[in-house]
C-alpha cells in the first residue's frame, strides 16, 4: 500500500474538478459560478439561484419563466405517496420521511434509473425533484402535527407555495407578506451549494456508480440529517433557549465555551473552511433583524440573546485567536423560528435550500463522465492467518 497516501475526512484531497462553486475560506468569498453570494442574496430569487447552479448561466426572462412554468406543473406528487405518509409513525422525524419519499419517487418513475438517459429526460428528474421536494417536505411537517395535507397552489412563487404548504394563511402568528418571503429566498440562496461538503460528496459518489438522481439525492438527504452536517441551526436555538430559561447571562456561556474543562461550545461558531468569517454570516444577520422587526418580534428575547454572545465572542481574545466567528447557522435558526418552523424542520429547510447544489453537481459529475468513485484505504488488519475449525477455537 506504499502508493496510497491517508487524508482522513480529505481535508486536503481534491475528489474532482467542479465549475459550481467558488470558496475561499481564508478571505471569506462564496461565489455561485463567479456571481458573489452578497449580490445573488440582494438581488436575486431562489428559483433563479437553482437556474444559475443547475444550468450553469443566469436565466433570460424567457427561460425564467419557462423553468419556473415547468416547475409549477410538477408540483403534485402521486396520490399513492399520501398512502406512504400514513404507514409512517405520526412522531417520524421529518427527515426519515423525506430521505424515503425522494427514494421511493424512484419507484413512481422507474425510467429514472436507466444509465442512458437523454438531456431531455434528465432534465425531466431535476423538475420533477424541484417541484415534489417542497411539497414533500411540507408534508412531512403536517403529517407530524396531524393536519390534513395542503396542495400546492399554483398561482404562487416557490417561496411562497411553500409557506402555503406549510401553514393556512392568514395564521394566527403573520400573514404572507413580502419580507417573509424575501427572508426565506435569502435563507434557501445561501444554502444552495457549498463546494464538496459532506451531502454533496455523498450525492456525487452515489451518482458515480450511475443511480438515479432520486436515489443520489435521497443519500446526500441522509448525509446532512448527521448531527455534524445539517443540525447545528437546531442547535444553536436548543443553546439561545438553553440561555433564556437559565436567565440570560451570556457571559457565563462565554466563559463555559472558552474552559478546556467543560466540553460545552458556543454553537453557530466557528467554521472549518472559514477562518476569518463567513459571508453568508453577515447576510443572514441582516436579514434576523428585518424579519423578525417585520412579524413584530424586534424584542424578542434569543436575538438578544444571539447579539450580545456575538458582540461578546467577537471582543474576547480566545475567540479572536482561534478565528471563531459566527457561522451561517448562528441566526438562520433565529429566522426559522420567527416563521413559526419547528426545530426538527430546520435540517428539511436546510435540504429544500441544498437541493440545487445537489442536482448541479450530480448533474456536473454526469456531463463529465467521471469515473466511479472508489476510495483506497490503509489496512490496519491482521496479516495472513490460517483458518481454525470452531472446536478448536479458545
Ligand atoms: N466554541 C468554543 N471553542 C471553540 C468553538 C466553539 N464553537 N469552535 C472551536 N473552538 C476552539 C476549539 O476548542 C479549539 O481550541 P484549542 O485550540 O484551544 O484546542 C479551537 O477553537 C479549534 O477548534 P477545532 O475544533 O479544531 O476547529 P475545527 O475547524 O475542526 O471545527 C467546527 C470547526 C465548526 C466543528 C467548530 O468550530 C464547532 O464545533 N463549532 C460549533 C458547531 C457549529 O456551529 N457547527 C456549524 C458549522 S457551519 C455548518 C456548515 O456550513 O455546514
Known sequence: TGYVTLDSGYKNTGATKSAITFLDGEEGILRYRGYPIEQLAEQSSFIEVAYLLIYGKLPTQAELADFSGQITKHTLVHEDVRKIFDGFPSAAHPMAILSSLICALTAFYPESVSPDLSKEEIN?????????????????????????LNYPRNDMDYCSNFLHMMFSFPTEKYELNPVVVSALNKLLILHADHEQNCSTSTVRLVGSANASLYGSVSAGINALWGPLHGGANQEVVEMLEAIERDGGDTSKFIAKAKDKNDSFRLMGFGHRVYKNFDPR????????DE????????????????????????????????KLYPNVDFYSGIIYKALGIPTEMFTVMFA????????????????????IGRPRQIYTGETARDYVSIEQRS
Open 291 to 322: 424579519v423578525l422587526t417585520a412579524l413584530g418580534l424586534q424584542d424578542s428575547p434569543l436575538l438578544k440573546i444571539a447579539k450580545e454572545l456575538e458582540q461578546a465572542a467577537l471582543t474576547d481574545e480566545y475567540f479572536i485567536q482561534r
Open 352 to 371: 429544500l435550500g441544498r437541493l440545487p447544489g445537489w442536482i448541479a453537481q450530480w448533474k456536473e459529475m454526469r456531463e463529465n463522465k467521471e469515473p
Open 281 to 288: 454570516a453577515t447576510i443572514i444577520k441582516k436579514a434576523a
Open 124 to 148: 425531466l428528474n431535476v423538475i420533477r425533484l424541484m417541484a415534489k421536494l417542497p411539497t414533500i417536505a411540507a408534508w412531512t411537517y403536517k403529517n407530524q402535527m396531524g393536519h390534513p
